[in-house]
């Protein structure tokens, strides 16, 4: 959970692994998903690389975890 300062609404961080595959892949598959546009599909609102760490900015769903209603 993070907080987009200039949106100033609260937003889920995704941190991928760092051997998940190329940079051009990921970045290709981040543009091609935050075209997507669906009432039950979480919107990405960011996509980027820090010192070698790639992440997606994606809007918050409040509610139990995947892991916690399995």
């Keep these: 959970l993070g907080h987009h300062p200039i949106l100033d609404v609260p937003v889920a961080i995704k941190v991928m692994h760092p051997g998940a595959g190329e940079r051009s892949r ?7 998903a935050a075209k997507v546009q669906h009432d ?5 609102l960011h996509a980027g690389e820090e ?3 790639r992440f997606l900015v994606m809007e918050f769903v409040a509610g139990v975890n995947l892991k916690e209603l399995v």
């Design 51 to 53: 010192a070698g760490v």
């Design 40 to 44: 039950h599909i979480v919107r990405i």
């Design 26 to 32: 990921f970045l290709a598959e981040a543009r091609l």
